[in-house]
């Protein structure tokens, strides 16, 4: 298993990136939050290799907002989350 900490840079602040965000993040079975910081997306996933690179493609074109730079740190799986969330 595998987490990583991402940030995403662009349009993604009120255009329901984050909800868009869990969607695609449950329907992949990844464990872990999303929120929004002043001027960027934090994220955080936990779940198998393929399926973090999954959503960190999605991250980067999600198709109806533009995302201009997504930054991805890999972290130690810890395996701390029940299920995906919003952090408001």
Do not use: Q, W
């Amino acid at each position: 298993m595998k987490r990583a900490y991402v940030l995403i840079y662009g349009d993604v602040i009120g255009v329901f990136f984050r909800v868009n965000l869990r969607k695609k993040a449950i329907s992949l079975g990844i464990k872990g939050y999303v929120k929004n910081l002043n001027d960027k997306v934090e994220a955080v996933f936990e779940g198998t290799e393929e399926k973090i690179k999954e959503i960190i493609e999605f991250c980067k074109n999600p198709g109806f907002t533009e995302v201009n730079r997504v930054e991805v740190k890999e972290e130690l799986y810890k395996g701390e989350f029940k299920d995906f969330h919003i952090v408001h």
